[in-house]
């Protein structure tokens, strides 16, 4: 018999910022496994539900378990927060899947921070932009020097990820001093706090500013580029068209 | 009187790939303003809502037509596709919002062709990217040329967004001539045609491939990192996660 196991995207928490798709698949499945803390924020919706999890760092086995669970003939979810391939479990479990033939994967997108982040501070990312996680666990801190630099010559909007942790308080400070190496102090900058959860908090500052602002592992920062402006607070990266004459075309 | 004015990412375009908020703000509203394509696709949906759009290339005449709605006193919301702030319309209606200070402005964000395509081609974006459009119509073409090989040197994994259109036929070729140059001709890649709707196609190749495929205007196109690899199809980008000894954890 043939399985599927539905790897979703559960967007920044709130259950308004799912997809219908995302929702449906959860509604279908009869595991739901994920992170404590994202089955936390499931938890009154699908409380009918089986709900499993896994330390965290125990990535792998969270995959190998709903593998375990699909084999047994129950329809599984994997739950991710934001999109579930962007720096989520997808890829991971598509390498775990390589041992179950029998099961197929189906990923579910979900509204990554990047996107979100961004609707809370105005339009930061209305144009082409890199986005990099600060987390060194699974990369060398060399490779995330290597990419902040190249996407300062790029000229790249940079959303940052993972921006801090207990371990990696300083981790936003050594990249805004890479930055810092091509881009000017002045550049418009912002980051958002917890977002579509209790206690969203946006702001926006320079790029020298934000070298010393205090952040934690539930921010995103965006970095804006040479056309980035903040207008009445809102972080604005311009696309390019000309709005000189906006008020003749009416 | 104020008023507000949402700015909805509808996503790639079928329903169940809207949010919640999104289709909540639909309902919300007496007007939906949108380029006439996406129009077509709510039009089912929300028949007894006041449906405007204004002619391609008209995203200004667009924008002041949302807050001249608004000005009557009725509720408008401008719907994009993917996420309104990636591409979209958002920026553009901030810049313009500044001669319509009593207008408030809300971006709800939606799937973005990234997150989406990703998702039918395995994990393909499962760590660093950069999203880089290929329309030269609001960038000069070499701006595009050198954010095409400053992401290269950074070893992202690189989503191309309009990649080909009537009059940009050769731009697909012509990027992957500019990634060839640093790039190994192996490199694992992908593409998916109208995601999220009818006849959504996806192919994996290499760059050397991806050279002379024939794209479209509704086409994603996928070019992994060095640690990308096509698993059973599917485009996967590892993310450093050491699976070797993955049955001896069961």
Redo the contacts between chains.
Sequence with gaps: MSHKIYIV?M?PG????????A??ALERSDVIVGYTVYLDLLQERFREKELLSTPMRQ???RC?LCF?EAEKGKQVALVCSG??????M??????????YPETELQ??????A???G???L????????????LSDL??PWE??E??L???A????VIVLYNPSSHKRKDYLQKACDILLETIEEERACGYVENIGRDGTKAETCTLKELRDRQVNMFTTVFIGNADSEI??G?L????????NN??L??
Tied chains: 1, 2.
């Design positions: 995207g967007g709130k259950e308004e910022m799912m997809t219908g798709e929702l449906c990535e792998k086995e190998i375990q999109d579930a391939g962007i720096y989520g997808a890829s991971l479990m598509y390498e775990i899947g390589k041992d990923v579910i997108a979900g509204i990554t990047a996107s979100s961004a609707a809370v105005g339009a930061p990312v209305n144009h082409d932009f890199c986005v990099i996680s699974l990369v490779k995330i290597k990419r630099k190249a996407a010559d790029g000229g790249f207008i009445n809102k604005i990266t311009k696309r390019g068209y000309d709005v906006r008020r075309s009416k």
